[in-house]
């Protein structure tokens, strides 16, 4: 499921009007309906957290869905693995394509299997 179609469906299931829903997250309701119809990128992290709050939800798990880092969640795998850092800054220096990331991040997903 997609972060615009995930926020449609938890703001019609705590029964909010779109236009209610915007005012409260303190956005314009026609890039509200952008965002749930996929038609924009999901707004910033702080946006984000305050859907979560409204709604109710774990923001985690919107981040998730909208792609979202935040600098303190890269400061604390930095922090905890210095290879993490070593890494990220690889990577920063790369022009990698979009083929190389996707296989990279399919790495990532699975654990080793040696």
Do not use: H, W
């Not at 409204?54 to 600098?71: C, F, M, N, R, T």
């Not at 930095?78 to 990331?101: A, H």
Request: proline fraction near 3%; aromatic fraction near 4%; hydrophobic fraction near 40%.
């Amino acid at each position: 499921m997609d972060f615009g179609r995930r926020i449609r469906e938890l703001r019609v299931s705590k029964g909010i009007s779109l236009r209610d829903f915007a005012e409260m997250v303190c956005i314009d309701f026609t890039y509200l309906s952008k965002i749930e119809n996929s038609k924009v990128d999901p707004p910033s992290e702080e946006k984000i957290r305050a859907m979560a709050n409204v709604l109710e939800v774990d923001a985690e798990g919107l981040l998730d869905l909208a792609g979202k880092i935040s600098p303190e969640q890269i400061r604390k795998a930095v922090e905890s693995n210095s290879d993490v850092g070593i890494l990220l800054r690889k990577l920063q220096s790369q022009k990698l394509t979009n083929e190389q990331l996707k296989k990279m991040l399919n790495i990532a997903s699975n654990k080793d299997k040696e």
